[in-house]
């Protein structure tokens, strides 16, 4: 959902396009704790689970994600949503779906504990059994 993340998708597009490839949309939520849970400010009209309300932005980033890929002309695309360590996550999901390349953003709105690149650009970066292209 960051801005970092939209750039990397509009190329994801470019590249998808050029070789009529299908585009694979992950958005990965962060599972908290039942302490983190509890201690949120959740309305009682909002789902009870911080989880809960995680999954569901995250599935509204994939469905913009995929309006998106549509706008750019890509006709094969589908969306994913995952919960749990980001980049164990997306390295996963690579592997399992036998990905060819990995588009991430160069920081998103997690945890930019990376110096020069993102946490979690940087794990993929270093982890990945296939290109990674970090924009």
Not at 77 to 84: E, L, M
């Amino acid at each position: 959902g960051s801005e970092n993340s939209t750039e990397a998708l509009k190329k994801a597009c470019e590249i998808a396009k050029r070789f009529d490839s299908e585009l694979l949309i992950l958005s990965v939520f962060r599972h908290h704790s039942f302490i983190e849970s509890s201690l949120s400010m959740i309305r009682p009209s909002e789902p009870e689970k911080l989880d809960d309300v995680l999954s569901s932005y995250a599935k509204e980033i994939v469905e913009s994600g995929k309006e998106i890929a549509k706008e750019c002309g890509v006709t094969k695309v589908r969306g994913f949503i995952k919960g749990g360590q980001i980049a164990k996550q997306i390295l996963a999901f690579a592997k399992i779906n036998e990905i060819d390349l990995i588009v991430v953003g160069t920081h998103g709105d997690g945890d930019l504990s990376g110096y020069l690149l993102g946490g979690v650009s940087h794990k993929i970066a270093g982890l990945a059994k296939c290109p990674v292209l970090i924009v």
